[in-house]
């Protein structure tokens, strides 16, 4: 199975603030990568796939980038909505594995 | 707007089966691939499987061949056994329409493993 480490596994900031969160592979997925954002008792939300190709509706200040191995999701101007769990998946091979997480709270 | 629906029992027994249907309305379940994942409460994501509409199966490894999905293409609805279940089977339980990465989610089903 291809494992995947987010980093950080947590992340305090302040609304305005410019964050980013990186996603590594345990071998090359050819930017088979998606991002998800997940609020308590919600369901996860697709927000970039193809590491870099931002999902219908989804607001601008999102971005994804990277290759290979590492992938990177930045937020740019943190608005209140934005905290909340971040999850990168990886659908080049079965089976289909995601990051544990990274949590993004207000500080 | 595709939307999907899990129901089942929301308390199995252990080393009972799991059984959940996910109805889909706004899209067809034919021509694409429908997975489940699950998410133990606290944890992260885990994807379970992939069904084809014409009934061609992919399953995570990880259970061990617990995982049964099928397709009822006339009635736009699919369906997941999980076979053997133990407390470690607790999760809320979604549906996810599946590109590979997963782009409509149903609203998820918690399934508690309890006697």
């Known amino acids: 199975d291809i494992q995947m480490t987010q980093s950080p596994s947590s992340l305090s900031a302040s609304v305005g603030d410019r964050v980013t969160i990186t996603c590594r592979a345990s071998?090359?997925?050819?930017?088979?990568l998606a991002w998800y954002q997940q609020k308590p008792g919600k369901v996860p939300q697709l927000l970039v796939y193809?590491?870099?190709r931002l999902e219908g509706g989804v607001p601008s200040r999102f971005s994804g980038s990277g290759s290979g191995t590492e992938y990177t999701l930045t937020i740019n101007s943190l608005q209140p909505e934005d905290f909340a769990h971040y999850y990168c998946?990886?659908?080049?091979?079965?089976?289909?594995?995601f990051g544990q997480g990274t949590k993004l709270d207000i500080k | 707007q595709v939307q999907l629906q899990e129901s089942g029992p929301g308390l199995v027994k252990p080393s009972e089966t799991l059984s959940l249907t996910c109805a889909v309305s706004g899209a067809s379940v034919s021509g694409y691939y429908w997975s489940w994942l699950r998410q133990p409460a606290g944890k992260g994501l885990e994807w379970l499987g992939r069904?084809?509409?014409?009934?061609?199966?992919n399953s995570n490894p990880s259970l061990k061949s617990r995982v049964v999905m099928s397709v009822d293409p006339s009635k736009n609805l699919f369906f997941l056994n999980v076979t053997s279940v133990t407390v470690a089977d607790t999760a809320v339980y979604f549906c996810a329409r599946s590109r590979g990465y997963f782009d409509y989610w149903g609203r998820g089903l918690l399934v508690t493993v309890s006697s």
């Open positions: 071998q090359g997925i050819s930017n088979s």
């Open positions: 998946q990886q659908y080049y091979q079965n089976p289909y594995t």
């Open positions: 193809a590491a870099s």
């Open positions: 069904l084809f509409s014409s009934g061609t199966t």
